[in-house]
């Protein structure tokens, strides 16, 4: 009981804290309500056994946004029993209460037009039960309901409860409640030194009168800020711009004859690689030096092997490659110039070629261009703003 009274204390308080929100721009109102639901009385009885009507009729009226208060008469009918005898029986009540009412929707927001208010509630009141025929006819120990052919059924009921109501600006709304009450043991007629417990859920009807919105009042003024956005500015930027540029290339390769012919390439591969290097640099120039080993032969000899090996060459790239051969130089050392230590490998042509390739290199220029550049702006504006 005493910590009942701490609950009912506390949320009293609350309620007056928040009573000033919003209160310019409201109106209280008077409202009229119809309900209908189920109820459940808590006893020792499975719970689809227990479950009755019950109807309820209040009026109420909203001090301010969040503050309101009703008075709520509920009854019907309930019902209780005894699990282990299987026997139940019901019985006539009414209970009507005070009750406090907070919106908590208004209480944490300072719009008041909600499409669903959450209302906490709570409240005390009186209890009378009738009717309890059904109960005198069973076959129950007396003990077990003492107050069985008792008269005086009244009883005290703590109510504590929310509901769920549609927006309050309309005249009609739609209400889901739920509640607990607290009553002694004379609802039941049955005792166990302990209060009883009933339980209702019901959905309402109502109808307000009196609530009227005010209008709030606005202004408008002109304000500045400060904004960045994207605009097109003229600056100097680095580019790399491409540059035909010409660079010296070399190339040297050995053909070899005879008993040895060429060790890594054959004459045709090297042929190749020669007329390639003479069609991609045009201004080349092509040396084709003819040799012969010392050790076989006599001079004369070895100058005409030689000079012959240096016209072949020169012959094959001319007439099997289309090279020019303007670009082509021969010379024929004979025996006279041993490039090679090893006197097989001195059977041979080595061609030198010098001429320039062009390639592509970048150089960085400075150039004028139009870019996107975030700059910042004042802009000005008008707002409206609601005052009170």
């Known amino acids: 009981m005493q910590t009942r009274k701490l609950f009912f204390s506390a949320a009293a308080m609350l309620l007056m804290a928040g009573a000033v929100n919003a209160q310019d721009q409201w109106k209280s109102y008077t409202y009229v309500e119809a309900q209908g639901g189920i109820q459940l009385t808590s006893t020792n009885a499975p719970m689809d056994k227990l479950l009755t009507p019950t109807a309820a009729l209040s009026l109420g009226h909203y001090f301010t946004p969040v503050v309101g208060a009703r008075l709520h008469v509920n009854a019907w009918e309930s019902k209780s029993g005894f699990k282990d005898l299987d026997q139940y029986y019901k019985w006539k009540y009414v209970t009507p209460d005070i009750d406090l009412m907070l919106n908590l929707s208004n209480l944490f927001c300072q719009n008041t037009n909600h499409s669903l208010n959450v209302i906490l509630l709570g409240g005390v009141g009186l209890n009378y039960a009738w009717d309890n025929d059904e109960l005198k006819d069973l076959n129950v120990d007396p003990r077990r309901v003492p107050l069985k052919w008792d008269d005086n059924r009244f009883s005290h009921n703590l109510r504590a409860g929310l509901r769920l109501e549609t927006n309050m600006s309309k005249p009609l709304g739609l209400s889901l409640e739920v509640n607990a009450n607290s009553l002694s043991d004379r609802f039941n007629s049955k005792t166990n030194d302990r209060d009883d417990w009933q339980f209702t859920a019901m959905l309402g009807l109502n109808f307000r009168f009196g609530q009227k919105a005010q209008k709030p009042r606005t202004i408008e003024r002109e304000i500045e800020e400060e904004v960045w956005e994207d605009v097109p500015v003229k600056k100097m930027v ?19 004859y005879a008993i040895r012919v060429s060790e890594n390439e054959t004459p045709s591969a090297i042929l190749e690689q020669v007329a390639k290097f003479m069609k991609e640099n045009k201004d080349a120039k092509i040396m084709v030096v003819g040799y012969a080993d010392k050790g076989t032969g006599n001079a004369r000899l070895n100058k005409m092997y030689a000079q012959k090996r240096a016209e072949t060459f020169k012959k094959d790239l001319v007439e099997k490659y289309n090279c020019n051969a303007d670009m082509i130089t021969i010379d024929s050392k004979g025996d006279t110039v041993q490039p090679f230590e090893e006197n097989d490998k001195n059977r041979c042509v080595i061609i030198d070629g010098e001429g320039q390739e062009s390639y592509t290199d970048y150089e960085e220029v400075q150039v004028e261009k139009e870019v996107m550049e975030k700059q910042k702006k004042i802009v000005k504006r008008i707002i409206t703003e609601t005052v009170k």
Do not use: I, S, Y
């Open 238 to 256: 680095t580019e790399k711009k491409p540059v035909a540029k010409m660079r010296p290339v070399k190339l040297h390769k050995e053909v070899f």
